[in-house]
Structure formats: structure tokens, C-alpha cells
């Protein structure tokens, strides 16, 4: 079972558009995590906000978590073409031993 | 790039056989990990290991062993490949702390395809 649900499944947006893509979780969490990645690579981390932390920056990326809602969000502003790739949200397991993934968000950004 | 390399990249085989599929890394990372990723079901963490000669089972276990017998190789046997074991294969690594997951490093993918 998937600790993460992304939502949308899909979204394709025009160059210069945000990008919001929200994960749901299930259960207590130390960290939540965001990883890209392209096609036919492998994933490349994105950003982490501790179970403690509301919002985090980096860049372009913005993550929100609501640990009451058992929620978090990323959004990418001003996206790039580059940008085109899937998204993925990642939590812990509460011995910290394992992250669980979401079934992720394929961003498609048109020039 | 972390220095993490999985071989092979592409492996065909036939359901019965056995595979080996190697992951190696230079960081000295505590953590190593295998997922499968399949459409429509993300990434499965198959088994992971939190030090030389120490692992656990995760989610999807079931037909796959791994060893690791040093800190820079973690091994995943299929030790009869099944047509459902076709799938594309992630190594990861992580420094870990303890109770707490940090940031994962993936390796490049191997491409299995079992007939």
C-alpha cells in the first residue's frame, strides 16, 4: 500500500505557469520528501520539510505540510519546459528506517 | 550524480532462471535500498539493508533475496525470475540517521524483462 497519494495523476500546464501537485499521507511522519524524475532516469531529490516545519523554499519549488490534514503541496512557479518530468512525494515509516513513495504527479510543461 | 551504479542496465531473461542484479556505490552509505517501479503502482521497496550483512524485507519481498557483504554492493537475486518479476529496478542510497530517513540517492534503473 502507498503511504503517499499524489494528486492530479496528470497535469500539463504552459511555460511560465505554476505547477501545484499535493500529496495525502496516512500515518505520523518524521519528514516528507519531493523527488523528480525524467524519463528513463532515476530520482533526484527535490526538497525535505521535517514533520515540525509548515513551508519550505528552495529556488523555485515551494512545499507546504499540514500534519493535521495529513497533507503537503509543492508548487513550481514560473515552470520551465525543463520542468516536464514526474513528481513524487516520499514519507517515512515512524522507525525511520524507510521512505514510501507515491504513485506521482506527470507534469507536462508546453513551451 | 552520487557515485551509484547498478549492472546491468538492460538484462533479458526467461521465467526459471536466476538473476543477480549488483548495486555499487562510493559514498560509504549506511543505507542501501531496492525498489521496483511499475506502472501505476510508483516505487515499491522490495528489500534494504542498514549495514554489512544487515537487511529487512519491505513491501514486495516475496521471490527476492539480497546480501550485502560489503558496504559498497547490495545484491538482489530473483532466484527464479517470473514474468512478474518484469520491472524497472532502482538501487538507492541514503546516509541515514538513526530514526529518521534523510535523502535518498537513486542509482540509474536496470531494465528487466523476464519471458
Known amino acids: 500500500s502507498q503511504q503517499g497519494e499524489e494528486d492530479p495523476q496528470a497535469l500539463s500546464i504552459q511555460e511560465g505557469e505554476n505547477a501545484t501537485m499535493n500529496c495525502s499521507y496516512k500515518t505520523s511522519i518524521n519528514n516528507l520528501q519531493w523527488y523528480r524524475q525524467n524519463s528513463g532516469r532515476g530520482l533526484v531529490h527535490l526538497i525535505l520539510?521535517?514533520?515540525?516545519?509548515r513551508e519550505k523554499h528552495s529556488g523555485r519549488l515551494r512545499v507546504t505540510l499540514d500534519t493535521s490534514k495529513k497533507s503537503s503541496s509543492l508548487l513550481i512557479t514560473a515552470s520551465r519546459a525543463a520542468d516536464t518530468a514526474s513528481y513524487f512525494c516520499a514519507t517515512d515509516d515512524n522507525a525511520g528506517n524507510m521512505l514510501t513513495f507515491g504513485g506521482g504527479t506527470r507534469l507536462m510543461v508546453k513551451p | 550524480d552520487a557515485g551509484i551504479t547498478q549492472s546491468p542496465r538492460h538484462k533479458v531473461t526467461e521465467t526459471g532462471t536466476p538473476v543477480t542484479l549488483r548495486c555499487h556505490q562510493t559514498e560509504n552509505h549506511r543505507y542501501m535500498y531496492w525498489y521496483r517501479q511499475d506502472p501505476g503502482h510508483g516505487l515499491r521497496l522490495i528489500h534494504y539493508?542498514?549495514?554489512?550483512?544487515?537487511?529487512d524485507k519491505g513491501e514486495v519481498s516475496d521471490g527476492y533475496s539480497v546480501s550485502r557483504s560489503k558496504t559498497e554492493d547490495f545484491l538482489l537475486t530473483l532466484e527464479s525470475a517470473t514474468s512478474s518479476q518484469t520491472s524497472v529496478y532502482f538501487c538507492a542510497i541514503s546516509a541515514g540517521s538513526s530514526g529518521y530517513q534523510e535523502t535518498q540517492y537513486f542509482g540509474p534503473g536496470t531494465r528487466l524483462l523476464v519471458l
Open positions: 520539510i521535517r514533520s515540525n516545519e
Open positions: 539493508s542498514y549495514g554489512v550483512k544487515d537487511t
